[in-house]
């Protein structure tokens, strides 16, 4: 909504009930708080109609005169229709919350868009995050009746309706032809409140951006998980320096103001989504740590802890994640504008939450959750339990159990690739005796065996 529409409805020269989207701004429910929405708007061009500048020289004069003083023609008309998608999810406040699941809603619902849109396939099923989410769809054609629809049926349903060639498309967007020096005045004011509202919206979102890094900054779990506190830290290192450099310094120097706002607001846009998914990702990375006191560490970094001299531990077992590291674009541009020579921290993400089938995904967790109670009930102060990070280089598969001995750094393998078996159970490893009779005392003899 641009300024000038804005002032209109606030000033009550203009009736908001008159518009075709006025009931998707009256609706509202007792449960509002335990529902998440994201409204998406389409704007579907059919048909363009203009007048040629040719005809506007011939007429001008002969329309001032017949008006008494014209201030605008109308010389561009698109054709079309206009819809408005409100998407609504029933949060579970035991484990959910609004803000993330309106995130997580929109990020899925823009990816989706982008493909089945575009698509010839009659469908195409929705993320997880979409599902049990349904769609009450506006439209400026039929601004009588709403369209109640579950999430999946809304692109095919949008599709039939934006090839219906029976419709009568109505005026969506007008262009007009200012009168000069009639009003140039006027237009330079209105110009300058809609720089002032785009930047008062800039500032807005650059106050979540902090807001939202000091609380991902805060949390507790980020010091246990070290390639996100790494990463992270290097983003609100560069955030101290970003405002302060301002953002305008570092565009084409040849741009307009209002060229400039509009960069802006275009990156700020692509912080807000890069910083929603960073903070998916560490939510997805804390979740590994609830309920346990493992610590979480690279897999060369285990080594070297347990090839020290102050070392304590006489062997180390730790449960294998694959982490992938991706370069970071956005983080490469902001080191540009602050002018930072210092490489930009590569991007962690977890396989097992982006690249694993559900199924062996659930039986890696069940495994993951066996292995920390084993850590946590059955203490044994020679024993060292971790969580192991291995690169993308490496031969390691996610959900295997790794044994290091520190004595000669020998590492044996336990590979999960079924129902996780606890040690104390049946498992043809002597190597393994210690772990297995942690209460035995180390003066014992041990017997080497199948057990």
Known sequence: MNSHLLSSIQQGTLDIQSLWFAKCFNKKSENEGDVAQVDVIFRIAKRTETLKISFLDEKMNEYQLKTGGL????????YGVEY???????????????????????MAAKAYFDVALSSDLAYIKPSIELRNVRCKIYSSLHSLHAMDLFFGHVCPWLKQNMNNECQTWQPIKMSLFSIPKKIETML??????DLELEKAKNKAVWNWIVSQTLFLSANRQLHRIPPFFKHLEQFSSALKNLWKATLANHFCKTDTPYQTV?????????VTEWLTNRKREIELASSLLKDNLLAMFDLENIKIRASSNDYPFKRTMYFVFRIDYIEDRLMEKINTFIKRSETAVKLPIFRLFHAIEDE????????????????????????????????????????????????????????????????????????????????????????????
């Open 71 to 78: 201030t605008h023609l109308v010389n561009q008309v698109v």
């Open 84 to 106: 408005i998608c409100s998407m609504r999810k029933t949060i579970n406040r035991s484990c959910e919350t609004k803000e993330n699941v309106e995130a997580s809603m929109y």
């Open 188 to 193: 330079y004011f209105e110009s300058l409140a």
């Open 262 to 270: 509009a960069k802006i607001s275009t990156f700020l846009r692509e």
């Open 360 to 451: 062996k995904r659930r039986t890696i967790m069940e495994n993951f959750r066996k292995f920390t109670k084993e850590a946590r009930t059955h203490f044994n102060p020679d024993i060292c339990y971790c969580i192991g990070l291995a690169s993308p280089s490496s031969s390691y598969i996610d959900g295997e159990i790794q044994v290091l001995d520190t004595a000669d750094l020998r590492r044996e393998t336990i590979r999960l690739d079924g129902q996780f078996c606890l040690p104390f159970f049946l498992v043809p490893y002597s190597h393994l005796i210690g772990f297995i009779y942690h209460s035995r005392k180390s003066s014992e003899p041990i017997q080497r065996g199948t057990h």
